[in-house]
């Protein structure tokens, strides 16, 4: 599993500005080179914050996601995601 990778990923978003705007344009693109599962990859580009969650994911920083609305998430839309992944 490449949690870490992701965990990067989520950094570089609020860090790299250049980076953001790719995540934003084309995250497909932007992650091409990253060493994700396919089920992390699909799981990202969905928005899945949830499943993402349960694979190790740091919900701290998958919150810059929203934060710059990258793979379709919202402050409201990451929010309601990530609840479904407590119990």
Known sequence: MSV???DRLFREVLRDR???ERMQSDPAAATAHLDLT???RQALLA???AKLY???ANAFLMGYLCRFEVC???LPVYNERIR???P
Do not use: N, W
């Open 18 to 20: 250049a980076f953001r």
């Open 47 to 49: 928005g899945d914050v």
């Open 38 to 40: 396919d089920e992390e």
């Open 4 to 6: 870490l990778a992701l």
């Open 54 to 56: 349960g694979m190790g």
């Open 84 to 86: 479904s992944a407590r």
């Open 72 to 74: 379709g998430l919202t």
